[in-house]
């Protein structure tokens, strides 16, 4: 049978990569592999996953040296050779093995007013919103994010300042701005502003080049630096 | 940058990416000039013969000077802050007196070969 080398990250004393080899099968996903390890040859290896359809953003690991998300990551698209290395996502804390601590980045969507604040109630009618209209279309080019940190991970900007609220954040309060029911724009904007918000960002691109989802918050960012300095240089910031 | 409000982060951001359009089209006038002024050679007393006196020269490097004193600060502030780690009030104010050096220094340069 065919075999694959798989070096996966383990958090105990310093931490360090640990070989297995794993049986190979046609639409393999890494995901896969790494089951394959914890339930036939590591039972304490530390991972996280849910869905396991490319839904909820829980899977993503660092995978031969990139994030990515491992359920919808096939092994023959990244181990040509036969061989894999696992490690967890860049940027976060390790919990244990493959596992972050994702709250510093999901409390970075809450510094950025990540949340919708609108004015109608349930008694009101719908909000029409044109489908075709620009702000719309803005939106809907960012608002399929799951949440995975792919992009935080692979930011330069974030690994050089950690105060930086990232690529995720950033696009979220990108399809708030632009969101013509929300109210809470302007805050939204001081909040994301300046160098620890989207001033910051470098236009690398690794965020939009990784993003399993096919979203680019290199371009929601440089929408949110444009409307921030006009605010800031109109004196409304 | 603690010491440094978010507006004028934003503003920071704003002058210099206007300072690198200005820029970008400077550098590419600059250099078509030097490509120009120096074919079959060029000594000082012919760069002194023609620059004493314009004021189109005193213009265009005065102007050249005054966007390279905003460019250049912001973004070596950037590189100390990322790439150094040096942040707060001392980085902001070694930042500024960079650029005031580039803008006396620079525009002294224009000066002495236009007067």
Known sequence: ?237 | MAAMNVRTQARLWYFQRVSAMVLALFVAVHIGIVVYAVRGGLSGAEILARTHGSIAFAFFYGVFVLACAVHVPIGLLRIAQEWLRWRGPSAVAAALAFAVLLAVMGLRAVYGVVA
């Open chain 1, 1 to 237: 049978m065919d075999m694959l080398e798989v070096r996966v990250w383990r958090s105990a004393g310093e931490g360090g990569f640990i070989s297995y080899r794993v049986p190979r099968h046609t639409s393999q996903t890494v995901l896969d592999v790494v089951t394959y390890i914890q339930r036939q040859l590591q039972p304490d290896l530390g991972y996280r996953y849910a869905c396991r359809v490319g839904m909820c953003g829980s899977c993503a690991m660092t995978v031969n040296g990139k994030a990515r998300w491992t359920c919808r990551t096939h092994v023959s698209k990244v181990a040509a050779d036969g061989r894999l290395e696992v490690a967890p996502l860049a940027n976060l804390p390790v919990i244990k093995d493959l596992v972050t601590d994702m709250s510093g980045f999901f409390d970075k969507w809450a510094q950025a007013k990540g949340s919708f604040t609108g004015t109608l109630t349930r008694h009101d009618d719908f909000a029409r919103v044109p489908p075709a209209s620009p702000r719309r279309q803005a939106v809907d080019a960012g608002i399929e994010c799951i949440g995975c940190g792919v992009c935080y991970a692979s930011c330069d900007v974030v690994a050089w300042r950690p105060d930086y609220l990232g690529p995720a954040a950033l696009n979220r309060a990108w399809t708030l701005v632009n969101d013509e029911r929300d109210t809470q724009g302007a805050e939204r904007l001081r909040a994301v502003a300046g160098d620890a918000g989207c001033h910051s960002c470098h236009t690398q691109g690794s965020c939009t080049e990784r993003c399993p989802k096919a979203i680019a918050p290199t371009a929601g960012i440089a929408g949110l630096k444009r409307m921030a300095a006009k605010a800031a240089m109109k004196g409304d910031l």
